[in-house]
């Protein structure tokens, strides 16, 4: 899926400093070093596939960075910076703001919960549809990687003496009850 992300970003973002998008390997080196330093720290340089600098004097302090597995960002100081993995986005949409610009909202799986995300594009609203739709289509690669990775295990078969196994020996070192390991052996049996 790695290469599929970056192909993504390379068809669906265009290199648009006007619209605050920049493409690696075309990132301005200080913009980039300022959203690592200031909001996404947790992601290394090399890892980087696009840069969205949401600030209008283009010191790239608040925007997003994208690379092979998700999207870390900050809409400004005061807002807390996010980090989103591709595979727990189950919804993209852009909107229009009531007081204009444009908004990315991201509707992200949290275990239980669905917990809805929103990148700002009050400065730059035309980055908006480009971003909307990379995100969109990163969410259906990592669910079509989901499903074919579903399929191709369908076809394998439960080692049903190792779980045996393994179920006693949890039992031996008292993790498992013995009922609750007969009623797993029941589910493998069926």
Same mark, same amino acid.
């Given at each position: 899926?790695?290469?599929?992300?970056?192909?993504?970003?390379?068809?669906?973002?265009?290199?648009?400093?006007?619209?605050?998008?920049?493409?690696?390997?075309?990132?301005?080196?200080?913009?980039?070093?300022?959203?690592?330093?200031?909001?996404?720290?947790?992601?290394?340089?090399?890892?980087?596939?696009?840069?969205?600098?949401?600030?209008?004097?283009?010191?790239?302090?608040?925007?997003?960075?994208?690379?092979?597995?998700?999207?870390?960002?900050?809409?400004?100081?005061?807002?807390?910076?996010? %980090?989103?993995?591709?595979?727990?986005?189950?919804? /993209?949409? +852009?909107? #229009?703001?009531? !007081?204009?610009?444009?908004?990315? $909202?991201?509707?992200?799986?949290?275990?239980?919960?669905?917990?809805?995300?929103?990148?700002?594009?009050?400065?730059?609203?035309?980055?908006?549809?480009?971003?909307?739709?990379?995100?969109?289509?990163?969410?259906?690669?990592?669910?079509?990687?989901?499903?074919?990775?579903? %399929?191709?295990?369908?076809?394998?078969?439960?080692? /049903?003496? +190792?779980? #045996?196994?393994? !179920?006693?020996?949890?039992?031996? $070192?008292?993790?498992?009850?013995?009922?609750?390991?007969?009623?797993?052996?029941?589910?493998?049996?069926?």
């Amino acid at each position: 899926m790695i290469r599929g992300i970056s192909k993504l970003a390379q068809e669906l973002l265009p290199h648009s400093p006007s619209h605050g998008i920049y493409l690696a390997p075309d990132i301005p080196p200080k913009k980039l070093r300022n959203a690592i330093r200031d909001f996404a720290r947790s992601v290394e340089e090399p890892d980087v596939l696009a840069l969205y600098d949401a600030t209008l004097s283009g010191n790239a302090k608040d925007g997003a960075v994208f690379t092979s597995t998700g999207v870390v960002f900050q809409n400004n100081d005061l807002s807390p910076v996010q %980090e989103v993995r591709y595979d727990d986005i189950v919804g /993209v949409k +852009a909107k #229009r703001k009531f !007081l204009g610009g444009k908004k990315v $909202r991201l509707d992200v799986n949290r275990g239980r919960a669905t917990v809805p995300f929103v990148i700002d594009f009050s400065g730059r609203p035309d980055a908006a549809e480009y971003v909307a739709r990379f995100l969109y289509e990163a969410m259906m690669q990592s669910i079509e990687s989901e499903a074919s990775e579903a %399929e191709r295990m369908k076809g394998s078969s439960t080692d /049903v003496r +190792a779980v #045996r196994n393994a !179920l006693q020996e949890l039992v031996d $070192r008292g993790q498992l009850s013995p009922s609750d390991r007969e009623a797993m052996l029941r589910t493998i049996d069926e």
